[in-house]
Every structure is written in structure tokens, then in C-alpha cells.
């Protein structure tokens, strides 16, 4: 894949990212202020599990470009080890890599809440 084009995939998730974000805020928030001092069952499910989806997507995301980076400084050794010029790391991967859990999560989440109501 040309960098072009790995640039546009990341301007892309992160166009989707920015678009998601406040959609599902919003929605969120709103049944927050309806659920009022005692949330029902429903609501409380969407609540804890808000919580826990944002650690598990920055971990999922931080081992992701870990790895990623890893990888890179690997295969730079290895072309260094052999006398060959070292490639550049790519950085478009590593951030794809750590864009790709929370841009997954957020989307996700805007498609589910915008099929449910708030009540």
C-alpha cells in the first residue's frame, strides 16, 4: 500500500472517529440526565460497560503499536545486522495499528446507540 493511500485510510478512521465521538456523547450523556439519580437495569449495563470499553480499546490500541513498533525496530536490526540499509519505519502503520482498536469501539457504538432509544 502507498503512502498515499495509508495516509488517506488514516484521515479517513479519523474523520469517523471525529464524526462518532460526539454521537455517541451525546446520546450517552442524554440518557444519563433521562436515567436521573436511580438508572434501571439498562442503563446501568450501558454505563459500567462504557467504562470498561475505553481501558480495553487504549490497551488493545497501546499493545497494538507495541507491537507494531516492535516489529519495525526488528526488521531495521535485522537490515543492520546484515549490512543492508536499514528501511524506514513506517509510521502510518504503527498509528493505523493503534487508530484501528478505539476507531472500531466508537463506530461500533454510533451504529448500536443510533438503533436504540433513549427510553
Known amino acids: 500500500m502507498t503512502n ?4 488517506q485510510r488514516l484521515v ?6 471525529a464524526l462518532a465521538v460526539p454521537q455517541v456523547m451525546a446520546h450517552r450523556l442524554t ?12 442503563d ?8 470498561q470499553e ?14 507494531a513498533t516492535t516489529a519495525a525496530m526488528q526488521k531495521t536490526w535485522m537490515a543492520m545486522l546484515q549490512g543492508a540499509r536499514a528501511p524506514a519505519i513506517d509510521l502510518h502503520q ?5 487508530m484501528a482498536p478505539v476507531h472500531r469501539k466508537a463506530t461500533a457504538n454510533a451504529k448500536r446507540l ?4 433513549l427510553r
Open 4 to 7: 498515499r493511500r495509508k495516509t
Open 94 to 98: 504503527i498509528a493505523a495499528k493503534g
Open 114 to 117: 443510533a438503533r436504540t432509544s
Open 54 to 67: 475505553k481501558v480495553h480499546a487504549f490497551w488493545q490500541s497501546w499493545f497494538a503499536m507495541g507491537w
Open 31 to 42: 440518557r444519563m440526565a433521562l436515567a436521573g439519580p436511580i438508572p434501571n437495569a439498562r
Open 44 to 51: 446501568r449495563r450501558e454505563f459500567d460497560g462504557m467504562a
Open 12 to 17: 479517513r478512521q479519523s474523520s469517523e472517529l
